[in-house]
């Protein structure tokens, strides 16, 4: 794959960006989230708990990745300050409405094996979260009704979505209201156990209902008095700036660009307006079909490294609405996450929280991005090693180096 890399006469993207960053901060919008490891970077492991499987006129419950099996994957890994997202934690799994307070899918263990895996987490630097739609109202599922709890289209139908592999209408916001002030006024007593919000940070819509009519624009401010409401342990998926004063971290970075023919290259613009405030974590690296360019690009834009991982084999669910998971066991990914987190550790670990105050191409295919704090990343895109200034970057690598005093 060929790519073509802007100098920097080409686009002042980096100035933009840092002014950007000022604006945010000026309005409150952008804090600096601390965390409470400083010498070593973060890393995303999302599980998937239970799915459910269609057998004959009913359904069952899958245990795919239990909370003493999650603790066990955890252990053996040892990393540092580990984001971890369990999906499917409801009864019956993935591809089941949330109910309105915490209830963990009995095959999965109870809510106090998984107040105390919280613990350990936040003990080693950590978060752990429940992974939450709240607008979706997946369909086939009860929890909500149709005549009252759906957001309609201007041609007066119910607004149709697909995510994640299960197909859903959307809940109107009074009904959204409703099941996520339920649902956290109940995980609050599992502190520090968190939510991690999808959809919500990104997906607005109107509702064209007779009687509760609401555009996109009183949705951002209804939806953000919803979140103000409740406790401050949140993470977001690829959120818009009208929740980043709400977000501990933010979830699936982008590191490729959008694929339409009028662009020529990647820049991370939004990875320079919150570097050294909010710590931000790709997509998952076991669903990339270009893992080493990925790699490179995760340490050029200062984004940290995701996994989605399974106890059980993907052939144990391949079934139910979570087949688009199509690779994620432990036992065939483990040593992929050791192995990665050691080296990007090595090279981000020395940047944490500090700004980016340049970067530039120092020639076709390699990059040198430039830390408040002096040090210099150099990505080396190309299939040669090269020599920067003394420091010797091997072709398809990275390197780092301390540029001022």
């Given amino acids: 794959m060929h790519y073509r890399f802007l100098t920097q006469d080409e686009s ?28 070593n970077i973060g890393i995303r492991l999302e599980f998937l708990g239970a799915e459910k499987e269609k057998v004959l006129l009913w359904t069952r419950s899958i245990p795919v990745t239990t909370i003493s099996q999650m603790e066990g994957i955890l252990k053996d890994l040892q990393v540092h300050n580990p984001e971890v997202m369990y999906n499917g934690w409801q009864p019956q799994g993935a591809a089941s409405m949330p109910p309105r307070s915490l209830k963990i899918d009995n095959s999965l263990g109870s809510s106090e094996e998984l107040l105390t895996l919280a613990n350990s987490i936040f003990a080693n630097g950590g978060n752990l979260y429940l992974y939450y739609d709240p607008q979706a109202a997946l369909i086939g599922e009860g929890g909500y009704s149709k005549r009252y709890d759906l957001a309609m289209a201007i041609t007066i139908v119910e607004l149709f979505g697909y995510h994640r592999g299960k197909a859903n209408n959307y809940l109107n916001v009074d009904a959204l209201n409703s099941n996520y002030s339920s649902l956290t006024q109940d995980v609050q007593n599992y502190e520090p156990l968190g939510l ?44 818009n700036a009208y929740m980043y004063d709400f977000m501990k971290a933010y979830f699936d970075m982008p590191v490729s660009n959008s694929g339409y023919i009028y662009t020529t290259d990647v820049v991370p613009f939004l990875q320079i307006v919150l570097a050294g405030y909010v710590p931000f974590y790709g997509k998952a690296l076991n669903f990339s079909s270009d893992i080493k360019m990925d790699l490179l690009r995760h340490i050029d834009f200062g984004v940290y490294p995701s996994y989605f991982l399974t106890h059980e084999p993907t052939a144990r669910f391949l079934k139910t609405n979570s087949n688009w998971i199509y690779t994620s066991a432990y036992e065939q990914w483990g040593q992929e996450v050791k192995d990665t987190y050691v080296w990007m550790n090595a090279l981000l670990a020395p940047v944490i929280g500090e700004e980016i105050t340049s970067r530039e191409v120092l020639q076709p295919g390699v990059v040198a991005t430039t830390y408040a704090n002096g040090k210099q990343i150099l990505v080396n895109y190309t299939d040669k090693t090269v020599l920067i200034e003394g420091t010797t970057v091997n072709a398809l690598d990275a390197a780092i180096r301390e540029v001022l005093p």
Avoid: C, H
């Fill in 12 to 39: 002042d993207y980096v100035g933009m960006a840092q002014n950007y960053q000022r604006y945010l901060m000026d309005k409150g919008i952008l804090k600096k989230t601390v965390q409470s490891d400083m010498e």
């Fill in 196 to 239: 991690a919000l999808d959809e919500i940070g990104y997906n607005l819509y109107s509702d064209f209902k007779s009687g509760n009519f609401l555009n996109r624009e009183d949705a951002i401010q209804r939806y953000r008095e919803i979140i103000a409401d409740s406790w401050n342990s949140l993470a977001f998926y690829s959120p």
